[in-house]
C-alpha cells in the first residue's frame, strides 16, 4: 500500500460503522496527532544553516502545505540552474538563493511536494512516459498554486521564474487550454524534458525516436491526471457558483472565507460560512491524492460515484437516519441548489400550479428566490460557464409556479408574533388551494439571525386538511438542529434542506436534500429531470436508485463538491463524538458569555431572537434549544440625543474592517493597544437587514458558535489542557473581536471614506489570507 492510500485509509475509519466510544477515541486522536507529529526534518550534514532553517520553517507555516510535508527531509544546496531535485522518495534538496525570497521558495516547495506525492501514490514504473506525465501533472499543480497566489505574490513568482522554466509554463498554459489530445505536440513533450532534471534525472541521452514513440502515452497518461493535478484549494473552489470566486487582493471569497485554513484569523462566522480548518484540509487533500492513482488507472469516475455514495452513507450514520427507513439523500453544491429539487418533487406528476411560500426573505440566502421558482439564481453555475440570473432552467415549467414571501419582522425590526404568522401561513395556503393550486411551504427552521417559522402545529394541520396538496420542506440550512429534531422532521414527512457549511463549520458549498420515505416513494414515477438540471448537478450526487431520474445529467463527478463534502464529514463527525451534556454545557456557557459582553458594550444593542419552538416538548434538554447566533447593531458615537445605529451599507464596512488588518489606516494619535487590535483578523457572520429607520435599511452583525467551537472545546489541546481553559480561550478572543468593532467605531471617519479595496497594504503578502 502507497503512502497517500495509507493516509487515506487512516481517515475512512471514522466513517466505519462503530460504537461512539471507538468514533470518539479516532476523533481523539486525530486532535493529537495532529498537533503533536513532527512536519518535516533537515539532513544530518552540515550544509543547513540556522537561517536556511528559518526560512524553511516561515515558509512550511504555510497550512495548504501541512498535509504534504510529513517524513519530508530537507537539504540546502547551491544547485546553480535548478530551484529544487529530489533526492530520495522523501527528500528534497533546495537551491539557496530561492530561499532568499520566501514567496519563491514556496512555489518551488508546492511543486517538489507534488512530484513527492506523485512518485509516492502512482506504480512505481519507471518508463520515459510515466517520468513525463508525472513531471507535467506536478508542473500543473504548481502553476495552478501559483495562479491561486495574491497578486504581488505572484508577480513576484513569475519575475523570477528560470529562463527555462518561463518557456515550459507558456507551452503548457497553452496545451492544457486545449481540450484536443494530439500526438503532434511532440515539441510540447520534448521541452518538458527539462523538468526531468527536477528529479535527478539525465536527459542528454534520450533519443528523439524515444521521445516520439513516448508522445501518445504520455499525453494520454496527463490527461487523465488533469482534472487531480491542482492543489486542494483548487479543487475545493470548483463546482459551485461565483460565490467561491476568490479576490485576487485578498485571497477571500464573497462570504470572506479562504479555500486554505486561516489559523491566524479570529473565527466564529458559521452562520454564514467559514475558512476551512487545518484538519478537514488533510482530510481533502489525502483524498485528492488517493483519487490520483484511481484517474492513473482509468477507473477515477467508478471511484467518484463510490466515494459519493460513501458520504450520503456517513450523513445517515451520522444521523443515525436509519431510524427513519427510506430516506434518500441528494447531495448539492448548496443549500440554494437543493431548492429546485424540493419544488421538483412538490410539482410531481401534477400539471397544476404551484404557490412556493418562502418565510423572510430578508434572512435566507440571497438567491432563493429565483430558485424557488426554478431560476437560474447567479450568473455561474456550478456545470456552466455562463447562465443568466432569473432566467428559467432549460425545460423547467416556471410558468407554472408562483413565489409568495412571509416576512418574520416587521418594518421596525420587531418580530411577528406566533398568532400573526401562523394566520398569515393558513390565509395564504387557503387562498392558493382555493384558486385550484397545489402549496410548498418552508418551514424556517432557523433563520440569518437565528428565529424560524411558521409553528409546527399549524404546519401539520395544514397537512392534515389537504393531504395531497401541501407539501413542506425546512430550510435547515444553519443545520442548528439535534438528531432527534431532524428525525422528527422527516418523519412527518418533510423534506429537509440542509448544508455542513453553516453549524457544521464544513467548507462553503457543501449542502444536501433529505427527502423522507413519504416523498421518496414517489420519486421513481416522476418523469426525468429537465435538462436544465445539468448546470447544477451531475448523474451521481443522486442516489443510485433514482438513476432514471437523472437520465439527463452527466456521468461525471463535481471533484469539488466531493471533496467539500469530505472535509465536512469530519467536521460533523467530530461534533457528534462530543457528550450531549458537554455540548449543552459548552454552547450554554459560551452563549451566556457572548450576550453578557454585547449587553455590557456601549456601542452594540443586542438583536432578540427566541428559539425557534420545533415540537419537541417534553423530549429534554437539547444543545438545538440554545441561542447560537448572537446579533447586534452597532451604534455611531455622535453627540446626538440617541446614537444612531449604522445603516446596513456602513455595517458592511464594518465588517470588512473586522476581516482584515487596517492598522495603516488608523490615525497617528491612535494607542499601541488600537493598533494591536486593528491588526487582527475577525470573520463573523455577513451583515442583515433587521429594520427601516427613516428610509434606509439597519443592519446587525453576527457573531455566531459552530460545531468547531464545540470539538475544539472538548479536544483541541492547543487552546489549553483542559475543557474549561479551552472554553475560556475562546471566550478571550471574542472579546477581541468587540474590542476591535469598538476601535473602529471610534476612527469610523478615518475608515469608512477609505476605499478598502484599495486600502490593502502593498507587499502585505500570504497572511493577507
Given at each position: 500500500m502507497n503512502y497517500s492510500e495509507t493516509n487515506y485509509n487512516r481517515i475512512t475509519k471514522q466513517d466505519l460503522p462503530?460504537?461512539?466510544?471507538?468514533?470518539?477515541?479516532?476523533?481523539?486522536?486525530?486532535?493529537?496527532?495532529?498537533?503533536?507529529?513532527?512536519?518535516?526534518?533537515?539532513?544530518?550534514?552540515?550544509?543547513?544553516?540556522?537561517?536556511?532553517?528559518?526560512?524553511?520553517?516561515?515558509?512550511?507555516?504555510?497550512?495548504?502545505?501541512?498535509?504534504?510535508?510529513?517524513?519530508?527531509?530537507?537539504?540546502?544546496?547551491?544547485?546553480?540552474?535548478?530551484?529544487?531535485?529530489?533526492?530520495?522518495?522523501?527528500?528534497?534538496?533546495?537551491?539557496?538563493?530561492?530561499?532568499?525570497?520566501?514567496?519563491?521558495?514556496?512555489?518551488?516547495?508546492?511543486?517538489?511536494?507534488?512530484?513527492?506525492?506523485?512518485?509516492?501514490?502512482?506504480?512505481?514504473?519507471?518508463?520515459?512516459?510515466?517520468?513525463?506525465?508525472?513531471?507535467?501533472?506536478?508542473?500543473?499543480?504548481?502553476?495552478?498554486?501559483?495562479?491561486?497566489?495574491?497578486?504581488?505574490?505572484?508577480?513576484?513568482?513569475?519575475?523570477?521564474?528560470?529562463?527555462?522554466?518561463?518557456?515550459?509554463?507558456?507551452?503548457?498554459?497553452?496545451?492544457?487550454?486545449?481540450?484536443?489530445?494530439?500526438?503532434?505536440?511532440?515539441?510540447?513533450?520534448?521541452?518538458?524534458?527539462?523538468?526531468?532534471?527536477?528529479?535527478?534525472?539525465?536527459?542528454?541521452?534520450?533519443?528523439?525516436?524515444?521521445?516520439?514513440?513516448?508522445?501518445?502515452?504520455?499525453?494520454?497518461?496527463?490527461?487523465?491526471?488533469?482534472?487531480?493535478?491542482?492543489?486542494?484549494?483548487?479543487?475545493?473552489?470548483?463546482?459551485?457558483?461565483?460565490?467561491?470566486?476568490?479576490?485576487?487582493?485578498?485571497?477571500?471569497?464573497?462570504?470572506?472565507?479562504?479555500?486554505?485554513?486561516?489559523?491566524?484569523?479570529?473565527?466564529?462566522?458559521?452562520?454564514?460560512?467559514?475558512?476551512?480548518?487545518?484538519?478537514?484540509?488533510?482530510?481533502?487533500?489525502?483524498?485528492?491524492?488517493?483519487?490520483?492513482?484511481?484517474?492513473?488507472?482509468?477507473?477515477?469516475?467508478?471511484?467518484?460515484?463510490?466515494?459519493?455514495?460513501?458520504?450520503?452513507?456517513?450523513?445517515?450514520?451520522?444521523?443515525?437516519?436509519?431510524?427513519?427507513?427510506?430516506?434518500?439523500?441528494?447531495?448539492?453544491?448548496?443549500?440554494?441548489?437543493?431548492?429546485?429539487?424540493?419544488?421538483?418533487?412538490?410539482?410531481?406528476?401534477?400539471?397544476?400550479?404551484?404557490?412556493?411560500?418562502?418565510?423572510?426573505?430578508?434572512?435566507?440566502?440571497?438567491?432563493?428566490?429565483?430558485?424557488?421558482?426554478?431560476?437560474?439564481?447567479?450568473?455561474?453555475?456550478?456545470?456552466?460557464?455562463?447562465?443568466?440570473?432569473?432566467?428559467?432552467?432549460?425545460?423547467?415549467?416556471?410558468?407554472?409556479?408562483?413565489?409568495?414571501?412571509?416576512?418574520?419582522?416587521?418594518?421596525?425590526?420587531?418580530?411577528?408574533?406566533?398568532d400573526e404568522l401562523n394566520s398569515a401561513t393558513e390565509t395564504l395556503v387557503t387562498k392558493a388551494i382555493n384558486k385550484g393550486e397545489r402549496v410548498l411551504i418552508h418551514l424556517l427552521d432557523c433563520s440569518k439571525t437565528g428565529i424560524g417559522g411558521p409553528g409546527i402545529d399549524t404546519i401539520r394541520e395544514l397537512r392534515r386538511k389537504h393531504p395531497a396538496l401541501v407539501t413542506v420542506v425546512v430550510d435547515a440550512a444553519q443545520m442548528r438542529l439535534g438528531r432527534e429534531s431532524l428525525r422528527r422532521y422527516l418523519g412527518e414527512g418533510f423534506m429537509v434542506l440542509f448544508t455542513a457549511s453553516k453549524f457544521f463549520t464544513g467548507p462553503p458549498f457543501s449542502g444536501a436534500l433529505l427527502v423522507p420515505p413519504t416523498v421518496a416513494r414517489e420519486v421513481p414515477g416522476l418523469d426525468p429531470l429537465p435538462p436544465g438540471f445539468t448546470s447544477y448537478s451531475t448523474r451521481w450526487d443522486l442516489p443510485h436508485v433514482w438513476q432514471k431520474l437523472a437520465t439527463a445529467l452527466e456521468p461525471e463527478a463535481n471533484l469539488g463538491l466531493l471533496l467539500r463534502w469530505r472535509s465536512a464529514i469530519w467536521e460533523m463527525t467530530a461534533f457528534h463524538s462530543v457528550s450531549s451534556s458537554d455540548k449543552y454545557r459548552t454552547l450554554k456557557t459560551f452563549g451566556k458569555e457572548i450576550l453578557r459582553m454585547i449587553q455590557d458594550s456601549p456601542d452594540l444593542n443586542l438583536v432578540m431572537a427566541p428559539p425557534h419552538e420545533r415540537g419537541s416538548r417534553g423530549q429534554g434538554v437539547s444543545w438545538d434549544q440554545l441561542p447560537s447566533i448572537f446579533t447586534f447593531l452597532v451604534h455611531h458615537r455622535n453627540e446626538a440625543p440617541v446614537r444612531q445605529p449604522l445603516s446596513y451599507d456602513e455595517t458592511c464596512i464594518a465588517y470588512r474592517c473586522l476581516n482584515m488588518d487596517v492598522s495603516h489606516l488608523l490615525p497617528i494619535q491612535a494607542s499601541d493597544r488600537e493598533y494591536e487590535l486593528a491588526r487582527k483578523r475577525c470573520h463573523i457572520g455577513q451583515p442583515v437587514r433587521i429594520q427601516q429607520e427613516g428610509g434606509r435599511w439597519v443592519g446587525g452583525l453576527r457573531i455566531a458558535a459552530g460545531a468547531r467551537l464545540v470539538s475544539g472545546v472538548e479536544f483541541d489541546d492547543a487552546l489549553g489542557e483542559t475543557p474549561c481553559e479551552r472554553l475560556e480561550t475562546e471566550i478571550r478572543t471574542v472579546r477581541i473581536i468587540l474590542f476591535k468593532l469598538s476601535v473602529i467605531v471610534k476612527y469610523w471617519t478615518d475608515l469608512s471614506e477609505y476605499d478598502l479595496c484599495k486600502g490593502i497594504k502593498p507587499g502585505a503578502g500570504y497572511y493577507l489570507y
Open positions: 462503530c460504537s461512539p466510544e471507538i468514533t470518539r477515541k479516532h476523533v481523539q486522536r486525530t486532535f493529537k496527532e495532529f498537533a503533536s507529529r513532527p512536519l518535516y526534518s533537515f539532513s544530518p550534514d552540515n550544509s543547513v544553516t540556522a537561517d536556511d532553517r528559518l526560512v524553511v520553517a516561515s515558509v512550511c507555516k504555510r497550512p495548504e502545505l501541512r498535509p504534504l510535508l510529513r517524513n519530508i527531509v530537507f537539504s540546502i544546496d547551491n544547485l546553480h540552474n535548478l530551484p529544487f531535485i529530489l533526492l530520495s522518495d522523501r527528500g528534497i534538496t533546495i537551491d539557496r538563493r530561492v530561499l532568499k525570497t520566501p514567496v519563491l521558495a514556496a512555489f518551488h516547495l508546492r511543486h517538489a511536494l507534488e512530484l513527492v506525492t506523485l512518485r509516492s501514490c502512482l506504480p512505481d514504473e519507471r518508463s520515459l512516459s510515466m517520468s513525463l506525465a508525472v513531471a507535467m501533472a506536478a508542473f500543473h499543480t504548481a502553476l495552478s498554486y501559483l495562479e491561486g497566489m495574491i497578486g504581488q505574490e505572484r508577480i513576484l513568482v513569475r519575475d523570477n521564474f528560470p529562463a527555462w522554466e518561463q518557456r515550459i509554463a507558456g507551452i503548457f498554459r497553452e496545451y492544457t487550454g486545449n481540450e484536443e489530445v494530439e500526438t503532434e505536440h511532440s515539441a510540447l513533450v520534448t521541452d518538458c524534458l527539462d523538468l526531468l532534471r527536477l528529479e535527478g534525472q539525465e536527459i542528454q541521452d534520450v533519443r528523439t525516436e524515444e521521445i516520439q514513440s513516448a508522445v501518445a502515452t504520455t499525453l494520454k497518461r496527463l490527461k487523465a491526471l488533469l482534472p487531480l493535478s491542482c492543489p486542494a484549494e483548487h479543487l475545493l473552489m470548483s463546482g459551485g457558483d461565483s460565490r467561491l470566486i476568490v479576490d485576487d487582493e485578498t485571497g477571500l471569497n464573497t462570504y470572506g472565507c479562504s479555500p486554505r485554513p486561516r489559523p491566524w484569523a479570529i473565527t466564529f462566522s458559521s452562520c454564514t460560512a467559514s475558512s476551512i480548518s487545518d484538519i478537514a484540509f488533510q482530510e481533502a487533500e489525502w483524498l485528492r491524492q488517493s483519487l490520483l492513482l484511481d484517474a492513473w488507472k482509468g477507473s477515477l469516475i467508478g471511484r467518484c460515484e463510490a466515494e459519493l455514495q460513501h458520504i450520503r452513507g456517513s450523513i445517515s450514520r451520522v444521523f443515525e437516519l436509519e431510524q427513519v427507513p427510506g430516506t434518500e439523500i441528494i447531495l448539492t453544491p448548496s443549500g440554494t441548489d437543493s431548492e429546485f429539487y424540493a419544488l421538483y418533487f412538490a410539482m410531481g406528476a401534477s400539471e397544476h400550479r404551484i404557490c412556493n411560500i418562502l418565510i423572510s426573505s430578508t434572512e435566507i440566502g440571497s438567491g432563493t428566490v429565483y430558485a424557488a421558482g426554478g431560476r437560474h439564481y447567479d450568473t455561474l453555475a456550478p456545470h456552466s460557464c455562463d447562465v443568466e440570473a432569473g432566467m428559467s432552467l432549460e425545460g423547467f415549467p416556471c410558468h407554472r409556479v408562483g413565489i409568495s414571501t412571509l416576512e418574520l419582522r416587521h418594518n421596525n425590526g420587531a418580530l411577528l408574533t406566533t
